[in-house]
């Protein structure tokens, strides 16, 4: 990725450390990662149940302050933001995806990618986020009413709609079943590839680390490998 | 509309049952304060505008007699602005259709000109012609409509011995009047009591009074100091009889609408605010359940870069929305009932007009008050839901600490069934939840109480006024007291087994600084017919000396038994007398003071004399009786106990009555939606647990059983404190709605107490077999996945 090394990154990570709780009870989630990561990149961090995978994606995302180290955003101190800070870098540049979904139930899918480009400075048409994951057709179903597979492209498009810098998708195939998960990968692959959105994946399934560019493997709060992939490979192509 | 906006729609109609049940609660509250605050302004205002249009007076006087020129002295008085003298004397009645003679109070209309204060509002017909015609009456609408008067129609009394027939000119009204009740008396009875206004000329002519007056009435110049007025008044009215001046604040019907708006008073403060608590409990139990229902939701929210303040007030309006609701329901049942009220007063009290006028600034305080009940009920769960920082909201909740029971530690548990086991240990697990579950059954419970022991009350009070104390037949009272030998005259007509004396005598009683007038009952030692009874409730015997008094006349005086008060005779010769309190009685109707009737006389001076008898008859010479009775003039008036006993159960009665219904009716409602909130609520938290015990191979039934049985304990829990708030609410509201004039005892009763329970086990079992049939048709995989 020479052109990519060539800027700064969007995320410089140094010695980051969160830990739970305190005294004999404490648990180190992170000990101590390094990383940049760069505009454009489609990431995928490994590792088992434990990890720590999520405690970083939720520093990365704002929704955790690290307890030690250095977290810059575009070369801001993200460890510094307050509340307010953080809840404007969530609403312009982050898209989250959860692993559960968590869509408004009460909302069709329409709705629950409105609701949150509402919010948001200059967000894509929700109906446009939804055709980019292939639910042009279901736009006004209700989350019962579609499968899980279904609810996740919405979530997806929930999370591009805003147009964000960064997409963190936490185990976003999780709960689903290799067919539908693919189907998932390739919408986040796609708005990796057309909108040059920085995206990490979190997975504890090896195989899709063919479609990254570098994937980061995570023991006991620890990145114990980087592994660069000279070609990518295509999410539909992949094999579990 | 946001998009917040339409998913907190959506939501709301996924609750609505529930919302409704809290939004009726606070509907409930907000209506009765509505309801009474409402009612205060209308009486309060009507009653001021009254006074001020029609020139009632702020201080009253009786006399024997004194010549017209004393009026000149009376205007002359230091702070008096306007004085109008004039006649007002008791006669007895022969109304068509009425068995038994009447009392009527005829007052003076000014000679010449208009009356200067207390005018009167002609209802219809006009005022007497006076100076073209005689033999005319204006008679007041309380007395003409319970007797179906009209103007034109006849009326025979008797003046000064001679009976005469008068034509009803008109029907007025008296701002002196509004409560139209005999003096002394704290019931009204129109049927033998009226009021009624004649030409001056000719009332003093048959009277001998012409040129004089015996009642003044006067109003006080701004600033001017009432007690010094009073006093002055005294000074220069004493060498003609007069019998002490008193202010509004002694005046029998000022006095009997002030009490009633201190009735409402009462009401308007104690029941809303229970019933606005409970709905406060309600909105933070809906509104806890639903933030932790949608923990994930607000995480996403959150994540996604909305505000604190923004999902805050997303709750917030959740709330808010619910409180709209209750307000709108609330205005409306209030001003409905508010309205129907109004019509209630015309039984009591007389205005040229009395309009429900809705308190427009209770409306703002209500709804204040209730999003401020809910605010507050909901700033809690709230502020959790959105502190809660968004990563840890997305992970799954910690599993619940759960613990043997007490019960299976005790070693109990064989005794209980599984499904029994898992409700002791979902109670114990949440305890706090589920003593305030708790907490609200009782109250449920307990508001239940309150209307109907209002109703035992008053039938209380009937049997106690009409049956324990009061025993004759009917009550007879002379023109003026006679001799003693009158007695054995009374005993003489026919019909009559019985007859005891009596002695009444208007007098001022006086306590350090505190004074009250009241008429003195002599009677009997022990006697058998008008009795005084304690509040064991046993019957007093009147020593030879000393007074016995109401126990809440001697409470707002201050005296106790043992200590001494001045009694000073407001008839015949002046007099002022030193009497210890010997014994305390008990009444609900007015406040009483008793004496021996010898020891009365003695103290009197005037040797033995009577007011009057109170009489037992043989039923079959009921008409001769009352025929004779209207043949002997020395007769005024004849009180029938059974008329006057009807006549209560057809005004207060009724009034308390309707309140106590419209009470009783949103106590009920409260009931249901406390108890059928807490299982919504406990069927929503469970509803994980119950499917995955469906899964796991439990019948319907069993699944069913643990949260029937959970809703079971608590209610039984619950019962027996509900019963005892509920008696303690019974006391402090009774407390505080009574008033020297308008009393009730409490009284609780075992069918008082078993309709409350139930009500509460209808309540209960109705929404046992609801959350029964939800257990019964849970989607198994779907409560598995998501649940709310
Ligand atoms: N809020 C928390 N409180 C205490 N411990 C936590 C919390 N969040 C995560 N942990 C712990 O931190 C470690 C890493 O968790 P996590 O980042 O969720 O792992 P992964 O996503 O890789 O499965 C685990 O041991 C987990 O139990
Ligand atoms: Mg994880």
Same mark, same amino acid.
């Given at each position: 990725m020479p052109a990519a090394v060539q800027t700064s990154p969007v995320f410089h990570v140094r010695g980051l450390a969160r830990v739970y709780g305190e005294g004999d009870a404490a648990v180190i989630a992170l000990r101590g990662v390094d990383l940049d990561l760069f505009s454009g990149e489609l990431i995928v961090l490994l590792g088992a149940s434990g990890s720590g995978k999520s405690t970083l994606l939720n520093q990365l995302g704002g929704l955790d302050s690290p307890t030690h180290g250095t977290l810059l955003y575009r070369g801001a101190n993200l460890a510094a933001f307050g509340e307010a800070e953080l809840t404007l870098f969530r609403r312009d540049a982050v898209g989250f995806v959860f692993q559960a979904y968590n869509l408004i139930p009460s909302l069709t899918a329409r709705e629950n990618v409105a609701l949150i480009t509402e919010i948001c400075r200059d967000p894509m048409a929700p109906e446009e986020a939804l055709a980019l994951v292939g639910l042009a057709d279901r736009m006004d179903h209700f989350p019962a009413q579609l499968s899980g597979g279904e609810q996740q492209r919405v979530a997806i498009a929930r999370a591009i709609a805003k147009r964000p810098e960064v997409l963190l998708c936490d185990e976003p195939t999780g709960a689903l079943d290799v067919r539908t998960g693919i189907t998932v990968l390739e919408a986040i692959e796609k708005i990796n590839r057309e909108l040059g959105t920085l995206a990490v994946i979190i997975t504890h399934n090896a195989i899709l680390a063919d479609m990254a560019n570098r994937v980061f493997t995570l023991s006991d709060g620890r990145i114990v490998s980087v592994r660069e992939n000279a070609r990518r490979g295509l999410a539909r192509d992949l094999a579990w | 509309m946001s998009l917040l906006d339409t998913k907190l729609l959506r939501d709301l109609r996924a609750l609505r049952s529930q919302a409704i049940a809290v939004a009726l609660v606070m509907a409930c509250g907000l209506a009765m304060m509505i309801m009474t605050r409402s009612l205060i302004l209308s009486l309060a205002t009507t009653r001021d505008h009254y006074y001020e249009e029609h020139r009632f007076a702020d201080v009253f006087a009786r006399l024997k007699r004194a010549p017209n020129s004393v009026r000149e002295e009376l205007a002359a008085i230091p702070g008096v602005a306007h004085v109008q003298t004039g006649i007002a004397i008791q006669v007895t009645l022969d109304v068509p259709g009425l068995a038994e003679p009447a009392?009527? /109070?005829i007052n003076s209309l000014p000679e010449r000109g208009e009356q200067v204060l207390n005018r009167l509002h002609v209802r219809s017909g006009r005022l007497p012609a006076g100076r073209t015609t005689v033999g005319e009456l204006a008679v007041g609408e309380a007395f003409a409509e319970a007797h179906g008067l009209r103007p034109g129609d006849s009326i025979a009394a008797v003046l000064n011995g001679a009976k005469e027939t008068f034509r009803l000119s008109g029907i007025v009204l008296s701002p002196e009047f509004i409560f139209e009740a005999p003096p002394g008396a704290a019931l009204p009875d129109n049927k033998t009591y009226g009021v009624f206004w004649m030409p001056?000329? $000719?009332?003093?002519?048959?009277?001998?009074?012409?040129? +004089?007056? *015996?009642? =003044?009435?006067?109003?006080?110049?701004?600033?001017?100091?009432?007690?010094?007025?009073?006093?002055?008044?005294?000074?220069? /009215?004493?060498?003609?009889?007069?019998?002490?001046?008193?202010?509004?604040?002694?005046h029998a019907s000022h006095r009997r609408v002030d009490d009633e708006i201190r009735v409402l008073v009462g009401l308007s403060v104690a029941f809303p605010l229970v019933f606005l608590s409970v709905a406060a409990f309600m909105v933070n139990s809906v509104m806890s359940r639903q933030i932790a229902l949608q923990r994930e939701q607000i995480a996403m929210l959150k994540a996604c870069g909305f505000a604190n303040r923004q999902v805050g007030a997303h709750y917030f309006k959740f709330s808010l929305a619910i409180v709209a609701g209750g307000v709108l329901a609330g205005a409306l049942g209030g001003i409905v009932l508010g309205h129907q009220l109004v019509e209630m007063y015309h039984l009591f009290f007389r205005f040229p007009q009395l309009d429900f006028q809705l308190d427009a600034r209770v409306l703002v305080f209500a709804t204040a008050a209730s999003a401020g009940a809910a605010f507050a009920g909901v700033a809690g769960a709230v502020r959790r839901a959105v502190r809660l920082p968004p990563a840890e909201a997305m992970r799954p909740e910690a599993p619940a600490n759960f613990q043997p029971s007490l019960v299976e530690r005790l070693g109990l548990a064989r005794w209980f069934s599984a499904s029994l086991r898992m409700a002791l240990r979902n109670i114990q697990r949440r305890p706090v939840r589920s003593a305030l579950t708790c907490l609200a059954l009782a109250l449920a419970t307990a508001i239940l109480i309150v209307p109907n022991s209002f109703r035992d009350g008053i039938a209380y009070v009937i049997d106690f006024q009409w049956d324990v104390v009061q025993r004759q037949t009917v009550t007879l009272s002379l023109v003026e007291p006679g001799p003693a030998r009158a007695l054995s005259d009374f005993k003489h007509l026919p019909g009559v087994v019985w007859a005891e004396p009596f002695r009444f005598v208007p007098i001022e009683l006086r306590a350090g600084p505190i004074t009250r007038r009241l008429t003195l009952q002599g009677l009997p030692e022990r006697g058998t017919l008008s009795r005084v009874i304690d509040g064991e409730p046993r019957q007093l015997t009147l020593p030879p000396r000393g007074i016995v008094m109401s126990a809440k006349l001697a409470e707002v005086m201050q005296i106790k038994p043992g200590d001494e008060v001045v009694a000073r005779v407001l008839e015949g010769r002046e007099r002022e007398i030193a009497?210890?309190?010997?014994?305390?009685?008990e009444d609900f109707a007015g406040t009483a003071a008793y004496m021996e009737l010898d020891a009365l006389n003695r103290l009197l001076l005037e040797g033995d004399r009577v007011s009057g008898a109170h009489v037992v008859l043989d039923r079959g010479h009921w008409g001769e009786f009352l025929s004779a009775v209207k043949r002997t003039p020395r007769i005024a008036g004849c009180i029938i106990k059974d008329s006057l006993r009807e006549g209560f159960r057809k005004t207060t009665a009724e009034s308390i009555g309707l309140l106590q219904k419209i009470y009783l009716l949103f106590a009920t409602i409260v009931a249901f939606g406390i108890i059928y909130n807490s299982a919504r609520i406990s069927l929503s938290e469970r509803a994980r647990e119950l499917a995955t015990?469906?899964?796991?191979?439990?019948?319907?039934? $069993?699944?069913?059983?643990?949260?029937?049985? $959970? #809703?079971? #304990?608590?209610?039984?829990?619950?019962?027996?404190?509900?019963?005892?708030?509920?008696?303690?609410?019974?006391?402090?509201?009774?407390?505080?709605?009574?008033? $020297?004039?308008?009393? /009730?005892?409490? =009284?609780?009763?075992?069918? *008082?107490? +078993?309709?409350?329970?139930?009500?509460?086990?209808?309540?209960?079992?109705?929404?046992? /077999?609801?959350?029964?049939?939800?257990?019964?048709?849970?989607?198994?995989?779907?409560?598995?996945?998501?649940?709310?």
């Open positions: - | 009392v009527g /109070l001056y000329r $000719e009332l003093a002519t048959a009277f001998q009074l012409y040129g +004089a007056f *015996n009642n =003044v009435s006067l109003t006080l110049a701004p600033g001017a100091s009432e007690p010094a007025v009073i006093a002055a008044v005294n000074r220069l /009215l004493a060498p003609y009889g007069g019998r002490g001046a008193y202010g509004r604040i002694d009497v210890p309190v010997v014994g305390l009685a015990l469906r899964v796991l191979g439990f019948s319907r039934g $069993e699944v069913g059983a643990v949260l029937v049985g $959970e #809703l079971v #304990l608590l209610t039984l829990a619950a019962l027996p404190l509900g019963l005892v708030i509920g008696s303690g609410f019974a006391k402090g509201i009774l407390t505080a709605v009574n008033t $020297e004039t308008v009393r /009730l005892p409490l =009284v609780l009763t075992p069918a *008082n107490y +078993a309709f409350a329970v139930l009500v509460v086990a209808v309540a209960s079992a109705a929404s046992a /077999l609801f959350a029964a049939r939800k257990v019964a048709g849970i989607d198994l995989v779907g409560a598995l996945k998501a649940i709310d």
